[in-house]
């Protein structure tokens, strides 16, 4: 009884099997490649973008308490609880409007030396940043910032109230805090004398912030 014979490739069938074997590995071996390398490049973006959160948010820790300083400066009797609330708040809403948060400050200060609910002079004027709620009701209300002249009496309301109301200025002032906070203190003499000692004294702050 004969054997069969063992099956026998041809020469031009290993090569061919061979090669594409190779074909087949060099592809692995690219594709393997390309993707560590898109890995390391996805890893370098990462470590940039933790980079500037992290610059970002030292950035913010030095605003907080450079402002935090002023506030208790400005006025002793607020604690440093309160004083970093309220610096927080202005530079939450600062940020939320495009202002600078040491404008916001300064102009805080000069309005009410940031008492909760000071007496002004002036009728209608209510809260920490002395906002018109006859002027500004129908902005603040469709802002969901304030609904009666009685929210303006909280610190934390009339905050986000005089940040939006300097921020409405600034865009009628093309960005100009010069003439946004004379809006905001008045056209008068006075006014426009108090709105020059709010930037120059703003401008000193945030170099207290440089040096810190």
């Known amino acids: 009884m004969m054997k069969k014979p063992f099956l026998k490739l041809k020469p031009s069938i290993l090569y061919g099997t061979g090669l594409l074997t190779l074909v087949l590995s060099l592809g692995y071996s690219y594709e393997v490649k390309d993707n560590i390398e898109k890995k390391e490049v996805q890893i370098k973006v990462l470590e940039t973008e933790l980079d500037k959160k992290e610059k970002q948010l030292k950035e913010v820790s030095r605003v907080t308490e450079t402002i935090k300083a002023y506030i208790q400066d400005m006025n002793p009797d607020i604690n440093e609880k309160i004083a970093e609330k309220y610096a927080k708040l202005i530079i939450k809403e600062s940020e939320k409007r495009g202002t600078s948060p040491y404008i916001q400050a300064v102009l805080l200060k000069s309005e009410s030396s940031f008492k909760r609910d000071p007496k002004h002079s002036i009728d209608g004027v209510v809260g920490m940043g002395g906002i018109y709620w006859d002027v500004w009701k129908k902005e603040l209300k469709k ?70």
Request: charge should be positive.
């Open 143 to 212: 802002e969901g910032i304030a609904y009666s002249k009685e929210d303006l009496r909280n610190a934390s309301t009339n905050i986000k109230a005089s940040a939006y109301i300097l921020s409405c200025y600034m865009d009628e002032c093309n960005a100009v805090p010069i003439r946004a906070l004379t809006k905001y203190k008045g056209t008068s003499d006075l006014g426009r004398n108090q709105a020059r000692l709010v930037l120059n004294e703003a401008i000193k702050l945030k170099a207290k912030t440089s040096k810190a």
